[in-house]
């Protein structure tokens, strides 16, 4: 099933990683992780036809290709849109433009990373919980 699959997270933060790294470990999900420091290398491994992860976890700053040109990237080519990925923006701006480009390029959430490691651990509870529940109800082939 696909909740089972592979959690990928594109953080250039090392810092950011390793919290998220321990938010997960604390959380107890079975999903491996497979971290990217650079989202470029992210892209070339979402690319291959064998990889299907359950969910992309995204900055949006960084530095060579940003999140929001990574998420128009994946809805522009075929092979990436048609694996129904959700895309989950993380970051630390909470800015109007931020947001709304967000929602423009169809994300399926936006996380503030925030300073309170127990708010940041629930948040991110509540978003893998939402689609492990749901993600076998969702796909753009069936609208």
Request: hydrophobic share 35%.
């Amino acid at each position: 099933m696909k909740m089972h699959r592979d959690i990928l997270v594109i953080e250039d933060d090392e810092d950011d990683r390793d919290i998220l790294q321990e938010i997960f470990r604390d959380l107890g999900y079975k999903n491996n992780l497979v971290f990217f420091a650079d989202s470029t290398e992210a892209l070339q491994y979402i690319r291959r036809p064998d990889i299907e992860p359950f969910i992309i976890i995204s900055d949006i700053n960084m530095p060579k290709l940003g999140g929001f040109e990574l998420r128009n990237i994946i809805l522009e080519e075929e092979l990436l849109s048609d694996k129904d990925i959700p895309y989950i923006f993380i970051s630390n701006a909470q800015d109007e433009y931020s947001i709304k480009q967000a929602n423009k390029l169809s994300i399926q959430g936006y996380i503030h990373k925030g300073t309170d490691y127990n708010k940041y651990k629930e948040k991110i509870r509540n978003l893998i919980d939402y689609w492990k529940e749901n993600i076998n109800n969702f796909s753009s082939k069936n609208g």
